[in-house]
């Protein structure tokens, strides 16, 4: 497993969560870190990135809510979620493009659960 993410789960309408994603030692020379989500019966779509130097990039429904962060010695990407919303509900993936041991790609860790409800 080249991608573990963690902390996802059930929460309220205007509650936090954080998702961290830790990528294995086998893929190195990591580029661009990103969150994505899928929702049932849609596309998944990007939430943010962080470049290596720490550009971010948000989707327009998230921004100003949530706060994307990266560890680069731990090679550990962040999802701080606030205020979150029943739209927010979805399957967030990890995503990282860097050199691996199958080459220059993209990587996916395996999805986790996020659910906004009261």
């Known amino acids: 497993v080249q991608l573990v993410e963690s902390g996802g789960g059930l929460v309220q309408p205007g509650g936090s969560l954080r998702l961290s994603c830790a990528a294995s030692r086998s893929i190195f020379s990591i580029i661009t870190m990103a969150w994505y989500r899928q929702a049932p019966g849609k596309q998944r779509d990007l939430v943010a990135s962080?470049?290596?130097?720490?550009?971010?990039n948000y989707a327009d429904s998230v921004r100003g809510r949530f706060t994307v962060s990266r560890e680069n010695g731990k090679n550990t990407v962040n999802l701080q979620m606030n205020s979150l919303r029943p739209e927010d509900t979805a399957v967030y993936y990890c995503?990282?493009?860097?050199?691996?041991?199958?080459?220059?790609?993209?990587?996916w860790g395996q999805g986790t659960q996020v659910t906004v409800s009261s």
């Open positions: 962080i470049s290596r130097g720490g550009t971010t």
């Open positions: 995503n990282v493009y860097g050199n691996g041991d199958s080459g220059w790609r993209d990587y």
